[in-house]
């Protein structure tokens, strides 16, 4: 029978027989032996929990209320003291630990999610200087810098005093602690907290390099505070101290716009950062504390207290710098004595020892459209352009000297560029003859400036109409004579500047058919016009901006377009919305603009057949590491027009014989011990005389001359070569008589065909007979000759019949000009299929009648009309006054019965002048008498001449009617009305001599 009964532990159990393993203990207790390892630890187990339930027998059933019941001051210490209080505190502390360590990651994460991965610590975000080299990379041009100045510089080329004098004064633990200082945050905490001082930071160097390079300067916050700490901590994990010492250097706040110890040192010492002295060390090294306090630099840097501050702190540095054993107490009381403020240098102008500064600030905005805007503000980079000194500084020595003749003749202004035609590097610019002037010096006319071109865009006419036609070449005709042509009503024929309509060449004459050889060799304005509406204005337009853009991605940039305005604009001020449609006098340059470093690279476009390469003024773009991050390459280009036309044109230019220019003065040649280069030339003059041009190209240069006033609001007098040619014939020479020549590529299918032949003199100084085959391009589409002869009437360009009029028909051939025209306004292209069917037999002609010679010695004659009207718009009625067979003046006349009158003192004394009246069909009519006007005492035409420069001035006395001046070989030098004339053409010791229009001729002299 078993029984029950308490177990010496209190528990009621059954009791059974005793186990043999078992053991009784004197107080009852049994206990078990020779148990295994599991049954130990459920022993144990069991021991503790008896252990623990009498613990909490006579305690709170809660653990909070436990906890809460043992904090009461009677059981604290016995609990807490207590084995079981140990390993509670334990507990607590360990979950407590576990838990901030979480915190601290969650923080860490928070904070650190929007924080940059701190990998460059140049301080390029803080802006600076950029350096601007020549090409070769060693003659620094210019430290271009905006609101900030700053020059990195390497780690040894930083004097050791300033990074001494740096440590000491702004974290004399650098080198040894981790990127924080726990010390200085929990000084700065209490005291911020407090309110005890001024507001502290406690930053060492490394987390005021984060706040320069993240520009958090201003921003006190803890937040700010905890994201300085993790980056700075970052940054002491990738960097070295030296690195982050230098880095701090290079962005540290010197004063002024000075940033970083090298800028500083060159402003306020003249000298690089590592030539620094103790002194100026601790001068430069006082001031990041408070640089808008402590420059020297403030207006009031001795009243506001500044000065004395200043030294003072420098003071300090010295004795820091001592006591931390950098210095000796002799070194620091030596540089204590130095008044190192009145070494001071004054501050700088801002383009103070700026090299080829118009050439510097084109290369900047190039740098600026290459890689964006903010690019210019990129501290510590080094810019190696394609500027060649050598021929910059020729480019700036013809300028200067040729401004004397600019000034002469009533401008200010001369500018130049050059480009190099293989790569499309500008070699030289110069975009004015003095910076430094106060009114306009730093405009820049060769870049900024938008300019008419007047005749220097003639080129682009030639090239467009041969790209757009299959019926052009060099050999082909253009009328040179003056009719209606679009834009160009011709109605009145009076000089522009007197309310007429019609184009006018600069010579006021008109030569007939020219071929396009010598139309701009002679610088023809009529036939430059005919090219341009032929092929197309807005075609012709978008020709000359192919030849001077830049291409991006195989298509034409927004560089190089030729641009027209709205009436009232301010052209270098205009927008898109500004322009208009252009019209064909921007054929001649007129009411059109253009730049003229795109003007060159248009003009090198051609020398290069057509093939456009980027025009660039920057070689290589290197960061503050020596990193490149951008450099110039070889570009296969793209093909602006057919290597046909842009060859054809470039050689018209380049041909001598066909050039206005004097013999002995022609530009197109230049002979050299290696041997003779060919020049491509085209000059430019605007109707209204403000600009002068001369563009050309060799195969190794293209380069452009621009002079005018610095306003466009005054005319300049004379001859526009007389400025330009000495400064782009002198660049050019120079730069080429060391190179052997080189001839440009032929393209291939340039065929040379049968062309019109020239007899009349086209220019001053051209020579004819043209040549009788010229250059084609291979689409030309040639015309069959078979020489037959036929007479045409020229008013109804019809085959002319016996009742024709004399002075209506002309004998032409399929050899004659009209063979090789494509001028669809040319007044002569007859068709022989039909008869004139304007003239009958029986037309009354026109008549003159009462010729009389007036009281006040005028003579006056009254015209009457015949079957046909007297004017019409294709030819204008006429009445000729005539002495000894010469017509001396000519009136235009409208209407019948109309009444002309001849001024008095026209005729010369003692002549018998008879009239004669043209009409509209080109019958004629003769007064029926002549009168005599008094003799007076003759006086000789007496002939004088005066040099200036390359322009010769002719003045006469002993006529009143009009004069010309011829050379001895009877070539025309120039005309006038008046009591001179002037010209450009006229060698030293050329005989001339000069001719009325009654016959009187003046004795020969020799030109001076």
Not at 53 to 71: E, H, V
Not at 169 to 186: A, P, Q
Not at 494 to 502: D, M
Not at 734 to 750: L, M
Request: net charge positive; hydrophobic share 30%; glycine share 10%.
């Amino acid at each position: 029978m078993n029984s029950t009964k308490k177990n010496p532990s209190g528990r009621r159990g059954n009791v059974g027989r005793k186990s043999k393993n078992t053991f009784t203990t004197k107080s009852g207790k049994t206990i078990r032996i020779h148990r295994n390892i599991g049954e130990r630890l459920l022993a144990r187990r069991a021991t503790i929990a008896d252990h623990k339930a009498l613990r909490l027998a006579g305690l709170p059933k809660s653990r909070i209320k436990r906890f809460i019941y043992r904090l009461h001051p009677k059981r604290l210490y016995k609990y807490w003291f207590s084995r079981e209080g140990a390993i509670m505190a334990l507990k607590i502390a360990g979950i407590g630990l576990i838990a901030g360590f979480i915190m601290l990651i969650g923080l860490f994460a928070y904070f650190r999610k929007d924080l940059p991965n701190l990998r460059d610590i140049s301080g390029k975000n803080i802006g600076g200087s950029i350096s601007y080299y020549d090409r070769s990379g060693k003659t620094l041009l210019y430290e271009d810098y905006d609101a900030v100045k700053r020059i990195p510089v390497k780690d040894e080329e930083i004097s050791k005093f300033i990074k001494d004098a740096t440590v000491a004064i702004e974290d004399k633990d650098f080198f040894h602690h981790g990127g924080f200082d726990v010390r200085g945050i929990t000084r700065a905490g209490f005291s911020n907290i407090t309110g005890s001082g001024n507001t502290q930071g406690g930053s060492t160097i490394t987390q005021q390099l984060v706040k320069l390079t993240q520009n958090w300067t201003k921003d006190r916050s803890y937040t700010r505070k905890a994201k300085e700490l993790i980056l700075a901590i970052e940054l002491e994990r990738s960097y070295s101290k030296q690195e982050i010492l230098v880095g701090y250097l290079n962005a540290a706040p010197y004063g002024s716009i000075d940033y970083g110890v090298e800028a500083a040192s060159r402003d306020y010492f003249n000298k690089p950062a590592k030539d620094l002295t103790l002194d100026e060390a601790t001068f430069l090294a006082a001031i990041p504390k408070s640089p808008g306090f402590y420059s020297p630099y403030n207006t009031d840097f001795v009243s506001s207290g500044g000065k004395d501050a200043l030294v003072g702190r420098q003071h300090y540095i010295l004795d820091l710098m001592e006591q931390q054993g950098k210095i000796t107490k002799k070194e620091r009381d030596n540089a204590k004595k130095i008044d190192t403020v009145a070494t001071v240098k004054p501050r700088k102008p801002k383009y103070a020892g700026i090299k080829a500064p118009y050439f510097v600030l084109t290369a900047k905005e190039e740098l600026q459209d290459r890689l964006g805007a903010k690019s210019v503000k990129v501290g510590g980079w080094k810019i190696i352009t394609t500027l060649d000194l050598d021929k910059q500084t020729i480019a700036e020595q013809q300028v200067a000297k040729g401004l004397t003749q600019v000034k002469r003749q009533g401008g200010d202004i001369a500018t130049f560029v050059a480009e190099d035609v293989k790569t499309g590097q500008v070699v030289a610019l110069v975009g004015g003859p003095d910076f430094t002037n106060q009114e306009y010096g730093e405009n820049n006319y060769a870049r900024d400036y938008q300019l008419p071109p007047g005749s220097s865009f003639k080129p682009y006419d030639y090239i467009s109409l041969m790209e757009n036609t299959t019926n052009f070449g060099a050999g082909s005709v253009l009328y040179d004579t003056q009719g209606a042509v679009d834009g160009y009503p011709c109605t009145n024929k009076a000089l522009p500047e007197k309310g007429g309509n019609c184009i006018w060449n600069y010579d006021r004459r008109f030569i007939g058919p020219v071929t396009l050889r010598y139309a701009i060799g002679g610088s023809r304005n009529i036939p430059a016009v005919k090219a341009m509406v032929t092929a197309g204005i807005n075609p012709t337009i978008g020709i000359a901006h192919k030849l001077m853009t830049t291409y991006k991605d195989g298509q034409p940039t927004d560089r190089g377009r030729y641009r027209c305005y709205k009436d009232g604009v301010d052209i270098n001020r205009a927008t898109v919305a500004d322009e208009q449609q252009c019209y064909s006098s921007s054929a001649i340059g007129d009411g059109a603009y253009l730049r003229l470093d795109e003007h060159v690279h248009g003009y090198s476009t051609i020398a290069r057949n057509g093939l456009n390469i980027p025009q660039t003024y920057i070689l290589k773009i290197q960061d503050a590491s020596g990193k490149t991050i951008d450099e110039w390459k070889p570009s296969k280009g793209n093909q602006a027009v057919r290597p046909d036309s842009a060859y054809i044109v470039g050689d018209m230019i380049s041909d001598p014989n066909a050039s206005y220019f004097p013999p002995g003065n022609k530009p197109q040649r230049y002979n050299t011990s290696l041997g003779t280069w060919k020049f491509g030339v085209k000059t430019g003059t605007t109707n209204d005389s403000k600009d002068g041009w001369m563009m050309g190209f060799s195969t190794q240069y293209a380069a452009g001359v621009w002079v005018g006033y610095h306003n466009r609001q005054r005319a300049m007098t004379g001859s526009m070569e007389n400025m330009t040619l000495p400064i782009w014939q002198g660049w050019m020479r120079a730069v080429h008589a060391n190179i052997k020549p080189e001839e440009r590529a032929k393209p291939s299918g340039v065929q040379t065909l049968p062309a019109f032949i020239i007899r009349s003199h086209v220019g001053f100084g051209s020579i004819e007979p043209s040549p009788s085959t010229d250059l084609y391009p291979s689409w030309y589409s040639q015309k069959k000759v078979t020489g037959k002869k036929q007479t045409i009437d020229i008013v109804s360009d019809k085959l002319a019949t016996d009742c024709t009029p004399a002075r209506a028909k002309k004998e032409v051939t399929d050899t004659d000009a009209s063979s090789f025209s494509g001028d669809r306004f040319a007044q002569n292209t007859a068709n022989t299929n039909q008869t004139d069917d304007i003239h009958k037999c029986e037309d009354t002609k026109p008549s003159l009648s009462n010729l009389v010679l007036n009281a006040d010695g005028s003579i006056s004659v009254t015209v009457s009309q015949g079957t046909h009207p007297i004017s019409s718009d294709k030819y204008k009625g006429t009445v000729n006054f005539i002495v000894n067979g010469q017509v001396i003046q000519s009136f235009n006349v409208t209407y019948d019965q109309q009444i002309v009158t001849l001024p008095a003192g026209t005729a010369p004394a003692g002549s018998s002048v008879s009239a004669e009246v043209i009409d509209s069909v080109l019958y004629d009519g003769q007064s029926p008498n002549s009168v005599t006007v008094a003799a007076a005492t003759a006086s000789p035409l007496v002939l004088s001449a005066t040099r200036s420069g390359a322009e010769v001035t002719f003045t006469w006395t002993g006529s009143s009617v009009s004069v010309t001046v011829y050379k001895g070989s009877g070539t025309v030098v120039c005309n006038g009305t008046a009591s001179g004339c002037s010209s450009f053409i006229v060698p030293t010791g050329t005989s001339v001599y000069a001719k009325d229009s009654t016959g009187k001729t003046s004795d020969p002299i020799t030109a001076p």
